[in-house]
């Protein structure tokens, strides 16, 4: 270097930052627990229900066959207008329950067991109609409500009909009349709520063995 020239200090370019690599896409949750526990039992899980009972006495067998006949109905079953075209069409039923033994030892030949599953799937499928009708037409103008079938379990034309029958005039009548004087916004539990709402006290708050099941 030349005498009286001063040295010039390198600078370094700046550095992109470096990139994460993407995650890995997060298994799927729904029914694991019950999985693990048909395998350590080397048997699906009895469901046992007791003479004029809706549901199991046993917390967990309540929880999985709240939580399993939820994930069957949102998945599989077709919200029809009305219960009585389940009983027209019992396949829907048979096909309800079908999947259901598959996760379950449901015994149908048992008629307090068969009436449970009646109760919770008419009770699902009337909280599912609920939660469509609120997300996909309340509140939405004629031309916003969609013509084809949001959800995969459902033809377009079930959809349809399905609209239709919140359209009628009378049942929008039959549904002011019966609403009740609130201002509050109030949803239907889902099954596994209202499992949770009935082992819950007000003094020692959800029971242990419901805790668990959960």
């Not at 449970?116 to 939405?140: E, I, P």
């Amino acid at each position: 270097m030349a005498p009286g020239v001063r040295a010039t200090k390198r600078v370094r370019a700046p550095q992109a930052p470096a990139q994460r690599a993407p995650r890995r896409p997060r298994p799927p949750t729904k029914g694991t627990q019950l999985d693990r526990m048909t395998k350590a039992m080397g048997r699906r899980m009895p469901v046992a229900v007791a003479e004029g009972k809706k549901r199991p006495h046993e917390p967990v067998q309540a929880a999985k066959f709240a939580s399993e006949a939820g994930v069957i109905i949102r998945d599989n079953v077709p919200v029809l207008p009305h219960w009585k075209l389940y009983k027209k069409d019992d396949q829907h039923y048979k096909n309800f329950v079908g999947k259901l033994s598959g996760r379950l030892a449901i015994n149908t030949n048992d008629k307090p067991t068969d009436d449970a599953c009646t109760d919770v799937m008419r009770s699902g499928v009337r909280q599912r109609r609920y939660r469509l009708k609120q997300k996909y037409f309340n509140g939405l103008s004629a031309n916003e409500i969609s013509k084809t079938s949001p959800v995969n379990c459902m033809s377009d034309e079930q959809w349809r009909a399905l609209v239709a029958k919140w359209s009628d005039p009378k049942n929008m009548k039959h549904q002011r009349n019966n609403a009740e004087p609130s201002t509050d916004t109030h949803e239907e539990l889902d099954v596994v709520e209202a499992f949770t709402s009935c082992h819950t006290s007000s003094k020692h708050g959800l029971s242990e063995p419901a805790r668990e099941a959960v």
